[in-house]
């Protein structure tokens, strides 16, 4: 990392993300999510409420083995409760154990929340907050508080919601984080409301953290941080509560390109990735009208306008697509398309240049993407894909047929599920059959027995990750459906997609590219 | 109406709208729309563009007939072209052609603009402008001047942007409207520049009209308004060409219910059944996540929050749900507790108090969640439970067996799959046989067809979306299957949920429960 931006990022996707409706993650998804933002550059990532289910809690046991380069990992919860010691309170002790390097929790600052939603005292709610900094404090963490509804708390009794952030500060508290928490404040009221918390606090690190109920997410945490903020919250995608969070994927690009914090992440080209990574792990389609990501952000319809760009893009674009890994979209031919297959075959170790080649490469995968295969989660499936054009790529057997069967008796009775599969490798006929758990799972298990013999590393290789989308959802069960797969062999994971009208054509597809891509890997490593 | 209001609303969904991706309306489409935005009470309704393409005139015809109680319907257009007296312009003629009683067009405000992509001199643009702007104006038209790319211009060359806005005033405009067309602007930019426009032109009525790009689309409209602007353009739902335009179902709400316009419209209670009426038509999907009209907008899932919502409403919620014809949404997860359950049961109809019933459904919810079911988005599959805990479901036939087989001959060869469903119905063995896509939508088909003749209602379900999420995936094919459906006869939608190992089990459990429920609820409405 290069020397410390002036704003810090604060991932909590995997904390208030999930208290959106649709959002659930387990521990394993938490974990890869966690990685990617780490490489992107959050500065921390709060990974979940420890107290508040096992899933969470699991994720921290996983999080301590784990290096991450830029990000520090918070655990979240709230302060102690009301008349209870610190130290004898179970969340607050959970939320030590978790044993992360930075710990954020929340107080209340709105006395209506005091007196009706807590019932406690005013007073009591102070020392609640100051004795869960120090206790945090001197357990060696980094404490970041998050004062909940500051602003209506603010706008309500402004010198109640300051004496609680006080106590924070007295406590010992590294970050003073102003949350918007019911989204409905104005720009100017966040701006304003932020400078006069600067003014009384004049050493203080403040942050902020807003939701979007107003559709102001993203620019009241844009006014906070022109009146001083040093730390923005939020999440990928907005996902959260009601109308989700601040969408860290708006803030970053506007704070980057528009602000004057060209350096708050190492490479803001990875953004539209990592922002459809992330929707593909929660199983969430991605909003193509999502500014900056959007698969329609840089598209461009109208006659005049398409027009315009051609001659000049920024004509009727305010950034360059290609700073955010984003694309431009018109109905002609399209460079910007191309510079991400180089780039990509690149990054794979590929010698592949512009030209002949690099375009028939494009066109495929443009009439690929239009049949509804996406590559973001399937690395594998497209260095098949290049393989195959380079003519790098041997199939390692030869599909002859493949059947299954499904058989359910009465209401909840013997049910059985088989598969067969017959292929042709190395000149000789194979032909198995398995039962498994469902069609797929039954393809799956027959597949391998027949590679077997031939290939018994692939013992090793196992599924970590199986989603299905269906992809004209007008059409139900009659649409396409697309199938991405993650597999692993202990060391290293893989993608692969398959798009068919039939859900076990398309998992067979992405079934036999893992595995056509583990063996076809094992023989002829990457670039050789 | 009532005595007119500070801020005009400028409704352009039928025109900017349009220019989105996969936003298509016919000439009728956009009458039924018309008319409802006019219902609501906005008071300018752009239709078209009557240069560009047959179906805008055909509206602008069907419009001349047609009585409207608040609203002024507006014709768009651009100035005359380059070198061309304005009397001989086609395209100025056609804007009178369309008997509007308001005339917009827009001219540009950035040299840039004018220099590289219309390739004129900068003196020829304004007598464009002002030309234009005269013809309408005799011709006895209300003209509204869209200055395009009017932030950005102003940004380059400050003095030459205004210089355009003189020569619109030279011809006689009556509202001057700053066009923030590439959506990168920040709050803090449009605002400011809103005041040095009305600076230099104090007694001229300036409008906003501004993009999503940045994600604050909103914000600089607010801005703006807050500077002076007394009109302000958008879209219903926010479409319109890249990320959309400002988005109107936002703003109305954000003007009348935080920043004082309080009559703006007349009820502002009609907002989300005109915004959902609106993506009915435009046949799109109601993105939930919407600000202020979104299915989550006042939705609660975290346990710490339901119980404060149930305590005190605005403990979570910035507005009252219904101050804009939506509603309080509590969602059933395994974060939730007795009251999402008690909440739920009530907004369902159903008598349930807490005690040994209400325990007992929640043990159920609980281990049936442990299990793998989520009920967030499957409302139906609950009601159903509830009913079965209630003594109130009688299953609509019996199964006695399905099965399903699906053949793949060769790499790329003939595929086919077909499902049996055997069912017992009022003491009849129904057996029948149909051919589908894929496992679930053959037995779609064939559980359908054993349904028919008892049910020929059933003809008026249909799937309108199917999504498939693999639980544990470490366990990858293996793992358990959860689907989710949901179904519509065309005027409602109802979700429901099926967890097994096998994936076909589950979607068949969802279907059947689709279908179960559908035919329930014709039975006996809810609560009976």
């Known amino acids: 990392m290069s020397k410390s931006p002036a704003v810090s990022l604060y991932d909590t996707t995997l904390r208030d993300g999930t208290q ?28 979940g409420w420890p107290g508040s289910n096992p899933k969470d809690m699991e994720f921290f046991e996983l999080a301590k083995t784990q290096k991450f380069k830029n990000a520090k990992i918070a655990a979240f919860g709230s302060t102690r409760r009301a008349n209870l010691a610190v130290e004898d309170d179970p969340q607050v002790k959970m939320l030590i154990d978790a044993g992360t390097p930075v710990v954020t929790f929340y107080g209340k600052s709105w006395l209506l929340h005091v007196t009706e939603v807590l019932r406690t005292t005013p007073e009591e709610n102070r020392a609640m907050i100051r004795d869960t900094v120090r206790f945090c404090k001197e357990a060696g963490r980094e404490v970041i508080y998050d004062a909940e509804h500051f602003f209506d708390g603010f706008k309500d009794e402004p010198e109640y919601a300051l004496s609680t952030l006080a106590a924070a500060l007295e406590g010992g508290a590294d970050f003073l984080v102003l949350c918007e928490t019911n989204g409905g404040s104005l720009p100017h009221e966040v701006e304003e409301i932020t400078r006069k918390v600067q003014a009384r606090f004049p050493g203080a690190k403040i942050g902020i953290h807003s939701h979007d109920d107003g559709g102001l997410g993203v620019a009241n945490a844009l006014a906070s941080i022109r009146a001083g903020a040093v730390q923005v919250q939020g999440t990928m995608n907005g996902y959260g509560e009601r109308t989700g969070n601040c969408n860290l994927t708006t803030v970053v690009p506007n704070l980057a390109l528009k602000m004057g914090y060209e350096g708050i992440v190492p490479d803001l080209t990875k953004l539209t990735a990592l922002s459809k990574f992330v929707d593909d792990v929660a199983n969430l389609p991605h909003f193509n009208r999502a500014p900056f990501v959007g698969s329609t952000a840089f598209s461009h319809k109208g006659g005049t306008h398409v027009n315009a760009v051609q001659k000049l893009a920024r004509s009727y674009e305010h950034i360059q697509p290609t700073a955010v890994g984003n694309r431009q979209v018109v109905l002609v031919s399209d460079m910007s398309g191309q510079d991400n297959i180089l780039r990509k075959a690149q990054e794979m170790g590929f010698d592949l240049k512009r030209g002949e080649e690099s375009r028939r490469i494009l066109d495929q995968i443009k009439q690929r993407e239009n049949d509804g295969y996406e590559y973001e989660a399937a690395d594998a499936s497209f260095e098949l894909l290049l393989r195959r054009e380079l003519g790098l790529y041997q199939p390692s057997f030869k599909l002859l047929e493949y059947h299954t069967t499904h058989r359910q008796h009465g209401e909840r009775g013997l049910d059985t599920c088989e598969a067969t599969v017959k292929i042709e490798l190395n000149n000789e006929r194979i032909y198995t059959v398995e039962e498994g758990d469902g069609p797929v799972n039954a393809l799956d298990q027959a597949l391998r027995k027949a590679l077997a013999t031939a290939h018994p590393e692939l013992a090793k290789v196992s599924l970590c990750d199986f989603k299905v989308r269906i992809l004209d959802s007008k059409s139900g069960t009659a649409a396409k459906t697309r199938v991405l797969i993650e597999s692993t062999d202990g060391v290293d994971s893989w993608g692969t997609v398959g798009v068919d009208f039939n859900i076990i054509d398309a998992s067979w597809e992405a079934l036999r590219e893992s595995l056509e891509f583990y063996l076809l890997r094992k023989k002829q490593p990457r670039g050789a």
């Open 20 to 47: 959106g409706e649709g959002v659930n993650f387990s521990a394993h998804d938490k974990l890869r999510i966690a990685h990617e933002l780490d490489a992107f550059g959050m500065h921390y990532i709060e990974g």
